[in-house]
């Protein structure tokens, strides 16, 4: 996968508003508070459910690293979409093509996915099932599972040609 281009087609506002969010997801994973965050539990999930000492001994060790490599997914998301022509706000709904390497798809793939379970997490969103999905306040979590389900296709598709 890593010498084929995957194009990933926006509007410029929704391009605008994707590097707004990767940008507070990186601040996230990389500037932790020591106050606990469910989000960034629901990014580094317990290890050892039936064991609370275990799992957060667990935690204590590998957190770091797993907050890491979100981190360096994201700086790879980031770096796709700062190669983006910034227009004027009457351009907002114009199409910009982002260019997304084959051996950055992984990257874009953890990272969507990580930011909806961290918007899962402050939207109070336990499975697919728990909220209205008619609610506005929800538009962002189902627009980034729109956009994440297309990645995946893309990958699945991929896959299946190796």
Request: glycine share 4%; hydrophobic share 40%; net charge negative.
């Amino acid at each position: 996968m890593t010498d084929q281009l995957v194009i990933l087609t926006l509007t410029r506002i929704e391009a605008t508003h994707l590097v707004d969010l990767v940008s507070q997801f990186r601040t996230l994973v990389t500037e932790q508070s020591t106050d606990e965050d469910p989000a960034l539990d629901r990014l580094t999930p317990d290890a050892y459910p039936d064991d609370a000492a275990e799992s957060q001994e667990f935690r204590h060790v590998t957190r770091g690293d797993l907050l890491g490599r979100r981190a360096h997914d994201a700086a790879v998301v980031m770096g796709a979409l700062e190669r983006i022509e910034h227009a004027d706000l009457d351009e907002a709904l114009a199409p910009v093509d982002i260019s997304i390497a084959g051996d950055e798809l992984d990257s874009w793939l953890r990272t969507l996915a990580a930011l909806r379970l961290v918007l899962a997490s402050r939207l109070g969103i336990d499975d697919d099932h728990a909220h209205d999905s008619e609610d506005p306040a929800y538009g962002l979590y189902e627009w980034l599972g729109y956009r994440l389900e297309g990645l995946v296709q893309v990958a699945d598709e991929r896959a299946e040609d190796e």
